[in-house]
């Protein structure tokens, strides 16, 4: 064949529309620029992700030491009897009653997540979530071929609900679920009781299954959690979706879980469990030990945190012109900024300044949104670095914006 034809041919093929379309992270996408600048002497303050830097508890690398497996074997789909023992025993810490076949183990909540779309929507089908939301529920439907029908909510409330008139508008026929993080990642909004009731409300009125995303459960500062999992009117309508990365701080672990009373939701689920085969072994063991005891290791954790967020709060105020509030859970913020374009300030930020040889990536926040030019002057901010590193970094950011504004 013709060298020409072969080019030809081989210009033809194209990869799928899901693949075109797929966003790309904005947690991830400055980070190569960051690793750049830390060659060339300056020191980068991680703000843009939420990995906290706190050691893993030393229980986890000695219960590995100590399995002694002659052979690294595949594990059962649905997961490893004691650990999803583990997981039930943690929910009932919690105040949650699951049967252990109520629960399958998941890769991370990530996985959860996919599993629940899944289950719920054929193609095209839609979900309800409020904006700005986690970012990567936009790449779970875009694998899944579900559509996010986004809710808007305002930095001016600190992004809680709005009434149950204003979501039921963004309803229709396609309509399966709606899907929501409490505490919020990237807001730290913790919605109260009265919310989530206004949630079960329309869940009962328009039969829509709740998918709820309570992996930061525990990091709650103000007030008592209360769990979606606690309306046992819509028990039959409610999927949760939960995670060990941040409340153990084991994020590389990759252990998760889908649960529901609803069983063809875990029927399903179970299904595309057995397609992937199984959740790493290794790491489903290594954490029962945290999953049976968790206020030993989870309260430390956020204690800390609590600290963080605390001392962001109060340095936020002497920032001139930024519109903040207080987050009431979760180690994140969105912040506006006295800009017209976050993603251009990040970006100046962490390829062109520096103070002292030190700069700071953070996170735009249209990423966290569905809605085209939403969030444009928004960023989040991860309270994940130690306190006095979290104070420099708003130093910098705060002396950046005097220096961006006279450009």
């Known amino acids: 064949m013709p060298e020409i034809l072969k080019n030809s041919l081989q210009q033809n093929v194209k990869i799928s529309n899901r693949a075109r379309v797929m966003q790309a992270s904005p947690l991830r996408k400055l980070a190569a620029t960051a690793e750049v600048r830390k060659k060339q002497g300056v020191k980068v303050y991680h703000l843009n992700i939420g990995q906290p830097d706190l050691p893993t508890a030393t229980i986890v690398y000695e219960t590995i030491y100590k399995l002694g497996k002659p052979t690294l074997a595949y594990a059962p789909s649905a997961g490893i009897n004691q650990t999803i023992t583990a997981w039930k025993n943690y929910f009932k810490h919690v105040g949650i009653d699951f049967d252990e076949s109520e629960i399958i183990v998941t890769s991370g909540g990530s996985e959860a997540i996919i599993f629940a779309m899944c289950a719920i929507c054929d193609a095209e089908d839609e979900i309800i979530v409020f904006e700005p939301f986690y970012t990567n529920y936009n790449g779970f439907a875009t694998i899944a071929n579900v559509k996010l029908h986004p809710v808007p909510l305002s930095i001016s409330n600190g992004f809680h609900l709005p009434d149950i008139s204003e979501i039921e508008k963004h309803i229709n026929k396609r309509t399966k679920g709606i899907l929501f993080t409490n505490p919020s990642n990237p807001t730290g909004t913790v919605y109260t009781k009265d919310e989530l009731r206004r949630l079960v409300t329309i869940a009962q009125k328009h039969n829509l299954y709740l998918l709820a995303d309570e992996v930061y459960?525990?990091?709650?500062?103000?007030?008592?959690?209360?769990?979606?999992?606690?309306?046992?009117?819509?028990?039959?309508?409610?999927?949760?979706?939960?995670?060990?990365?941040?409340?153990?701080?084991?994020?590389?672990?990759?252990?998760?879980?889908?649960?529901?009373?609803?069983?063809?939701?875990?029927?399903?689920?179970?299904?595309?469990?057995?397609?992937?085969?199984?959740?790493?072994?290794?790491?489903?063991?290594?954490?029962?030990?945290?999953?049976?005891?968790?206020?030993?290791?989870?309260?430390?954790?956020?204690?800390?945190?609590?600290?963080?967020?605390?001392?962001?709060?109060?340095?936020?105020?002497?920032?001139?012109?930024?519109?903040?509030?207080?987050?009431?859970?979760?180690f994140y913020i969105v912040i506006g900024l006295p800009v017209k374009d976050s993603e251009d300030f990040c970006k100046w930020l962490i390829e062109d300044f520096e103070h002292n040889k030190e700069t700071v990536l953070i996170a735009p926040a249209q990423g966290f949104y569905a809605t085209p030019d939403k969030g444009i002057n928004e960023v989040r901010l991860a309270f994940t670095i130690k306190i006095e590193e979290l104070i420099r970094a708003l130093e910098i950011i705060k002396l950046a914006l005097e220096k961006y504004k006279n450009r």
Do not use: W
Request: glycine share 2%.
């Open 217 to 330: 459960r525990e990091f709650n500062y103000d007030s008592e959690f209360y769990s979606i999992m606690n309306f046992d009117e819509v028990k039959n309508q409610t999927i949760l979706l939960d995670s060990c990365s941040k409340r153990f701080n084991v994020c590389g672990a990759r252990i998760g879980a889908l649960a529901s009373h609803n069983k063809d939701i875990i029927n399903s689920a179970f299904k595309f469990a057995m397609a992937r085969l199984s959740v790493a072994t290794i790491e489903q063991l290594a954490i029962i030990p945290l999953l049976n005891n968790p206020d030993e290791y989870i309260n430390p954790i956020v204690d800390e945190f609590r600290k963080r967020r605390d001392a962001v709060y109060e340095y936020l105020k002497t920032i001139p012109n930024i519109t903040y509030y207080k987050p009431e859970g979760a």
